[in-house]
């Protein structure tokens, strides 16, 4: 395999830098140990891969060039909700409340059901409100002050 100088120089700086994922970099080395001609059998220990690891990066060099040596989408659905979408329910979850009988917190299906009526969402179900919170570590049906962080002393006025 031989390279042109503008895939060689972007390899070698994929190589080289210190910000790069080590699988990029690992890629690289692989690309440029090819250049010589060696057998993958040959490359692979030096890089630290398996041969078949080293002949799979070289097809999708061949075919698609640098791009070829990048991930591939991972298999699955889409995310039901965008990043905009979640962060409004975040926001919803962050709200301050006053309910019945002076009740200052929000259970998840209160918050479901206030998430459809202002028309954040379609349908939510629990599970996935409390997923959306979970990632964030946002508790709001389990603390009396809600979301808000209270203000210092020294801060007041």
């Not at 699988?23 to 010589?36: G, H, K, W």
């Not at 909700?81 to 006053?98: D, H, K, M, N, W």
């Not at 379609?122 to 389990?142: C, F, G, K, N």
């Amino acid at each position: 395999m031989t390279l042109n100088a503008e895939p060689r120089a972007e390899l070698e700086r994929r190589v080289r830098a210190g910000t790069s994922f080590q699988r990029d970099a690992q890629r690289a080395r692989i690309i440029l140990a090819s250049e010589d001609g060696e057998s993958a059998a040959a490359i692979a220990p030096r890089v630290g891969v398996h041969a078949r690891t080293v002949e799979r990066w070289r097809t999708r060099f061949r075919r698609h060039g640098l791009p070829g040596l990048q991930d591939l989408p991972r298999p699955g659905p889409p995310p039901k909700f965008g990043s905009v979408t979640r962060l409004e329910l975040i926001a919803l979850a962050c709200e301050p409340v006053v309910g019945p009988a002076g009740r200052t917190t929000r259970t998840i299906a209160d918050l479901m059901h206030e998430a459809t009526a202002r028309g954040i969402v379609e349908r939510i179900s629990w599970s996935s409100y409390q997923r959306i919170l979970t990632a964030v570590d946002l508790r709001p049906h389990r603390s009396k002050a809600g979301c808000t962080a209270p203000i210092p002393r020294s801060v007041r006025r």
